[in-house]
């Protein structure tokens, strides 16, 4: 089956650094992408990684390894305002994305 | 209309109503996707439907239907509500479906809720 796994919920303290973990199996890979969605509203784009390796947008970046089935999302110098869920999604071969239920990130003064 | 848009924001449906969640989008995408979210699982896929006139079941399609009649509107249809149905229904578009860069655009959402 395919499957989707992260922790449901983080605290970390703002100004700090948070590391959010994704595991995933699905029936082929076609990228892994982290999505934001903050209480009550729609999810919104950060990043996607098809290959191997960390992509760094500002203070979001992303981890990829294909060979483990994994995931995460790095969030630097965090705010308040980066209070939200983080959804993680593979892409399995129909191009269709399986959903992790994501984890909810609170972030204390 | 500027991205995609959700009709109506919020309702409250009795059991073995009919109803029709609206989805517009005005930024040409091939692909759009219905999803329901609910506390405690991802955004699961309702149907979806890869370009304007074809349609496709997702993972949880019993209960619902949809059309596509051109590119901009994508219907989501309840035949008959039941309260198993109540949960949060995002729209969501990409420029195409058979490309692994594949960005989802996501509406607003509709909060419907079957008594």
């Known amino acids: 089956g395919q499957n989707i796994d992260q922790p449901t919920e983080m605290t970390a303290t703002e100004g700090a650094i948070v590391q959010i973990n994704c595991t995933y199996q699905t029936s082929g890979f076609n990228g892994l992408f982290w999505y934001q969605q903050h209480a009550g509203e729609a999810p919104t784009f950060l990043s996607y990684n098809v290959l191997d390796g960390l992509e760094e947008k500002g203070r979001f970046s992303s981890f990829l390894s294909r060979s483990k089935g994994y995931s995460y999302l790095l969030l630097k110098e965090l705010q308040m305002k980066d209070s939200a869920s983080y959804l993680c999604a593979a892409m399995d071969s129909n191009y269709q994305l399986i959903w992790g239920a994501g984890t909810k990130l609170i972030i204390k003064p | 209309i500027a991205g995609i848009t959700q009709a109506p924001t919020s309702q409250i449906l009795a059991a073995g109503r009919r109803m029709t969640l609206r989805c517009t989008q005005d930024m040409r995408h091939n692909a759009m996707y219905w999803y329901r979210q609910d506390l405690g699982l991802g955004l699961r896929l309702i149907h979806y439907s890869n370009t304007a006139g074809t349609t496709g079941k997702g993972e949880v399609p019993d209960g619902y239907s949809v059309s596509r009649a051109n590119t901009d509107d994508f219907p989501l249809t309840l035949a008959s509500a039941v309260p198993s149905q109540t949960s949060v229904y995002f729209c969501?578009?990409?420029?195409?479906?058979?490309?692994?860069?594949?960005?989802?655009?996501f509406g607003p959402g509709t909060r419907l809720t079957v008594l």
């Open positions: 969501a578009s990409s420029d195409s479906a058979a490309n692994s860069y594949n960005e989802q655009f």
